[in-house]
Each structure stands twice: as C-alpha cells, then as structure tokens.
C-alpha cells in the first residue's frame, strides 16, 4: 500500500525516489517502499512505515543534495537542501555539549560530505513512521517526517487527511509530541565551526 503523492509538497525535507534505505529486507529504493516495512532505525532496531508519501520540490526549495563518495563508489543517496543528516563529530563535545547532532544537507555540501545536483529534479519520498525517527540511508542516519499537519492541511487536505487515516494520534498536541527532536540542529555557522571551513 502507497501514500498519496502531493503536487505542492508535504515538507522541505525529504529523499529521492532512487534513494536506498535500509529495512528488514535489505536496501530498498525509497520509491519501491510499502506501508509496513520494516525499516531500520538509529538504535539497531526496525520501525514499522505507517504512512508514506511523495512530492515534486519546490520551485524556491534549494538544489537537491548528493551524497559526495570518498572512496569512488557510486552514491544514489540524494535528498532535499533541508534534510537533516545526523552528525558524530569528535568536536561535537566541546562545541555544542554532545555527542551528535543533525545539519542540514545543504549545510554539509560546504564540508565536502554532499554535493549539490542542478541535473535533477527529483520526486521526493517522506517516510512517516509512529514517533520520530533516524533511519539508515546508505552511509547516513536521516529524520524521517515530523508531520506539521497544520501546514500539510493548508496545503493538501486530502494528504492531511490520509496520514490522519493512518496515525489519528496527530489530531493531538499529545500525539504530536511523539516528534520532538532529541539533538540539537546546527546552522550554517555552527557546521562551518564544526568542520573548520
């Protein structure tokens, strides 16, 4: 079972269709995802996908970003400007009080770790699962969608409504609380700090 696919976009962050991600049957290219698999997430165990979904980028949405390969392999790993990449960084200690934290892409592609593609336009996938989640996508640790169904119903009711069918929980300011985020996010000062650039 599919998602719905939304002409004005779900969210500003997001994977390719061609993006690999890891589940309980090996890697799997987001486009060939089903409601129900089982993906791997940070902490070595599985989450169930309640709902996916799919959109075109936004006209205003930055350049889609590339996975940059150090050791020549071929990388199909491209997501949105936004999309936050969990980062562990020797440095992350001293600079920000913990062990990890999540950047942008974009922000990343001045570090060398992606690259911007102006070659493509791709379809992007959102992976929604029961309460926030990192899951693996090819070398990299990725948030899957926090749903802000205030601006997915202004936007495309019908989709509002169909993650709504899926997890009624998020009616609730209670039931939303389930995607707070646990690290914290840099911005493009902090990244330049953290990589020395």
């Known amino acids: 079972m599919r998602g719905r696919h939304s002409r004005r976009g779900i969210a500003s962050s997001g994977l390719s269709a061609n993006t690999r991600?890891?589940?309980?049957?090996?890697?799997?290219?987001?486009?060939?995802?089903?409601?129900?698999?089982?993906?791997?997430?940070?902490g070595g165990g599985f989450s169930a996908l309640r709902w996916i979904g799919t959109s075109r980028?936004?006209?205003?949405a930055g350049l889609p970003m590339r996975r940059t390969s150090f050791d020549g392999r071929e990388i199909s790993t491209l997501v949105t400007s936004d999309q936050l990449v969990l980062?562990?960084?020797?440095?992350?200690?001293?600079?920000?009080?913990?062990?990890?934290?999540?950047?942008?892409?974009?922000?990343?592609?001045?570090?060398g770790v992606f690259t911007p593609d102006p070659t493509v336009n791709p379809t992007i996938v959102h992976l929604l699962f029961d309460t926030y989640e990192l899951v693996k996508?090819?070398?990299?640790?990725?948030e899957s969608l926090r749903p802000n169904m205030d601006q997915i119903r202004s936007e495309d009711a019908e989709t509002a409504q169909e993650i709504l069918?899926?997890?009624?929980?998020?009616?609730?300011?209670?039931?939303?609380?389930a995607y707070v985020r646990t690290r914290p996010v840099l911005d493009e000062r902090e990244v330049a700090l953290l990589f020395g650039s």
């Not at 589940?23 to 993906?39: F, N």
């Not at 069918?165 to 609380?177: C, D, E, N, W, Y």
Request: hydrophobic share 45%; charged share 20%.
């Open 137 to 142: 996508c090819g070398d990299d640790w990725v």
């Open 21 to 42: 991600v890891e589940t309980l049957r090996g890697p799997v290219a987001a486009r060939e995802l089903q409601i129900g698999d089982q993906v791997k997430t940070y």
């Open 87 to 111: 980062v562990s960084h020797a440095q992350n200690d001293a600079l920000f009080g913990t062990s990890e934290v999540l950047c942008p892409a974009m922000h990343l592609a001045a570090a």
């Open 165 to 177: 069918l899926h997890l009624p929980k998020l009616v609730s300011h209670q039931g939303r609380a």
């Open 57 to 60: 980028l936004a006209e205003d």
